[in-house]
């Protein structure tokens, strides 16, 4: 299949399974094609055929905006180079899952899991180290004993037990034979990326060669906002503060962008998704806006706290 054709399906087994889409992301490059959003998930979600061709800058893309709003990254790829990915895996491409359609179904609507992980060296499983020392005991066996059997150090056997260590397939499979029961613990593909550094200090670190997206980066920090720099998406940054409960996703804005009225359709409807506020600033006297509260350079000028600003939306 080509990419056309995964975007169509991918979407397709989101909208069966009772996600709510956003529209897909292509008036510019962007991290991600589209949003999805159940009751309990947000997903945000990249196709690749190719799992080669899905890229750092597209990673941390999607990593950053799944931790912002508390929701999960995820790419869609079919193959290799070389080969066809295997189903009931899931495949890691820096930092964020990767499946094939084939795992994204049986995750969303048949409720099974997947229980392999591809790593460096290999396959490997996720061991419920409860279960092994809860049946290990039920046995009467001692980590000593259990490891001979095994044929591994009763410190291998010890961090399996602890979760402190993933499993081959094939040591999955001696285990439960030993013990009689499963004891490899499904994969859920929808996990938090893990959260890197403190949320405030990550607000910090924000570098653009835009001047105005600067200015704009500055300001908002001075009134309390964090700002995160999203450089593929439809919109250039997130803001947050803890004194309000509500996300702003705000674009620069150009009095002749090409591509102007795409671009707010997809800004707007993925604000709806993920339930954010879109705002677009500008320092253009001739821009303008439909349906999102625009701010000139003036406007930003005055605001001294978060309350300023959302007294203007």
């Known amino acids: ?27 510019r490059p962007s991290c991600f094609d589209f949003v999805a959003r159940n009751e309990n998930q947000r997903a945000f979600v990249k196709v690749h055929p190719t799992i080669g061709n899905a890229y750092k800058k597209d990673a941390r893309g999607l990593a950053t905006l799944a931790r912002l709003f508390s929701g999960s990254a995820l790419f869609i790829c079919e193959k ?62 001692s980590i000593g004993k259990m490891a001979d059997i095994m044929g591994v150090s009763r410190r291998t056997l010890y961090g399996y037990e602890q979760q402190m260590a993933k ?68 919109f250039d940054f ?3 503060t803890p004194e309000i409960d509500i996300d702003l996703l705000g674009a620069v804005v150009h009095g002749k962008e090409r591509n102007f009225m795409v671009r707010t359709e997809e800004i707007v409807s993925v604000s709806k998704t993920v339930e954010a506020q879109p705002i677009f600033v500008t320092d253009d006297q001739k821009a303008s806006a439909t349906n999102v509260p625009l701010f000139q350079k003036k406007d930003l000028e005055k605001i001294k706290c978060p309350e300023d600003l959302m007294a203007k939306l």
């Open 1 to 27: 299949m080509d990419r056309a054709e995964i975007l169509d399906n991918a979407e397709s087994l989101f909208e069966k399974a009772g996600f709510y889409l956003s529209k897909r992301c292509c008036a």
């Open 80 to 141: 290799t180079r070389s080969k066809p990915l295997e189903d009931d895996t899931v495949y890691s491409r820096y930092g964020v899952g990767a499946v094939t359609l084939v795992t994204l179904e049986d995750s969303l609507l048949n409720g099974i899991g997947s229980l392999i992980e591809a790593g460096p060296g290999g396959y490997y499983v996720r061991l419920d180290g409860e279960a092994i020392r809860k049946k290990r005991l039920e046995k009467g066996l």
């Open 167 to 234: 499993a081959s397939v094939l040591t999955a499979y001696k285990l439960e034979w030993v013990l009689g029961e499963p004891v490899v613990k499904p994969i859920d593909i929808f996990q938090y990326p893990e959260q890197i550094g403190g949320f405030f200090a990550a607000a910090k670190r924000i570098f653009s060669e835009n001047r105005f997206l600067q200015f704009v980066t500055r300001k908002l920090l001075q009134c309390n906002f964090a700002v995160f720099q999203i450089k593929r998406a439809p």
């Open 238 to 240: 997130v803001a947050k």
